[in-house]
Nanobody, 121 residues
Framework: QLVESGGGLVQHGGSLRLSCVAS????????MGWFRQAPGKGRELVAS???????YYTDSVKGRFTISRDNAKNTVYLQMNMLKSEDTAVYYC?????????????????WGQGTQVTVSS
C-alpha cells in the first residue's frame, strides 16, 4: 500500500514536498516513481529513483524537482520548487518491483491514491 501526502494549493514560484509512505518490508528493493495526471491528459512520469538511488527526471522538471528516498522510513519524497501553473495535476507515487525505475505507468506494480497539486498564477 502506498499513501501520498503533501499536496495542496501553492502560488506560482512556490514549493511543496510530497511524501509517499509504503507498507511492507520490501521497500528498499523497489524502484519508486512519481507520476502526474492533469485534466484531460495522460499520466506521465515526473521522476523516478531506482533501488540503487539512480534518478530520472522528465525534462520539464529538471532543476526544479528532486526525488529522494529514505529506506529506513519506507518513504519516497518529491521536493518541488519554482512551481508553475503547468505543474497542476494529481500526483501519484508508484512502485516498480524490478527495482530499475522504468518509464511507463503500465510497468509499475503498485499505486497510491494520488494527491492534488494546484499552482495558482
Amino acid at each position: 500500500q502506498l499513501v501520498e501526502s503533501g499536496g495542496g494549493l501553492v502560488q506560482h514560484g512556490g514549493s511543496l514536498r510530497l511524501s509517499c509512505v509504503a507498507s511492507g518490508r520490501a521497500f528498499s528493493n523497489y524502484a519508486m516513481g512519481w507520476f502526474r495526471q492533469a485534466p484531460g491528459k495522460g499520466r506521465e512520469l515526473v521522476a523516478s529513483i531506482s533501488r540503487g538511488g539512480i534518478t530520472y527526471y522528465t525534462d520539464s522538471v529538471k532543476g526544479r524537482f528532486t526525488i529522494s528516498r529514505d529506506n529506513a522510513k519506507n518513504t519516497v519524497y518529491l521536493q518541488m520548487n519554482m512551481l508553475k501553473s503547468e505543474d497542476t495535476a494529481v500526483y501519484y507515487c508508484a512502485a516498480d518491483r524490478t527495482g530499475v525505475g522504468r518509464r511507463l505507468p503500465s510497468e509499475y506494480d503498485y499505486w497510491g491514491q494520488g494527491t492534488q497539486v494546484t499552482v495558482s498564477s
